[in-house]
Nanobody
């Protein structure tokens, strides 16, 4: 069964950094676009970053300039480097795959999701 597994979450002080990993198994990540989403307590899920398999990168305004998405196709892994973290970045972070590049924020276009990893930023 194709699977995505995130790791790297944790608790950090505001201004700190974390690097999330999203490991794909039973399929080749290089053939898919990858999205990162997060859901803060009491809020709707938010699309925060996207990387197409040719390499187009997009960020939500809320993380632009602080987060960096990347992928290592040889390792079948995507990453989200998060710097200068803010309390508002707290939430569960999830990666997902899609073959569709028409609307990267539309969660309905993603067909496989990881289980999520918790990120907690304290002030």
């Amino acid at each position: 069964q194709p699977k995505l597994v995130e790791s790297g979450g944790g608790s950090v002080q505001a201004g700190g950094s974390l690097r999330l990993s999203c490991v794909a198994s039973e399929f080749a990540l290089k053939n898919y676009h990858i999205g990162w989403f997060r859901q803060a307590p009491g809020k709707e899920r938010e699309a925060i970053s996207y990387m197409s398999f040719p390499g187009k990168i997009v960020y939500a305004d809320s993380v632009q300039g602080r987060f960096t998405i990347s992928r290592d196709n040889a390792a079948n892994t995507a990453y989200l480097q998060m710097d200068n973290l803010e309390v508002e970045d707290t939430g569960v972070y999830t990666c997902a795959r899609t073959k569709w590049g028409i609307d990267w924020k539309d969660a309905r276009l993603y067909d496989k999701w990881g289980q999520g990893t918790q990120v907690t930023v304290s002030g």
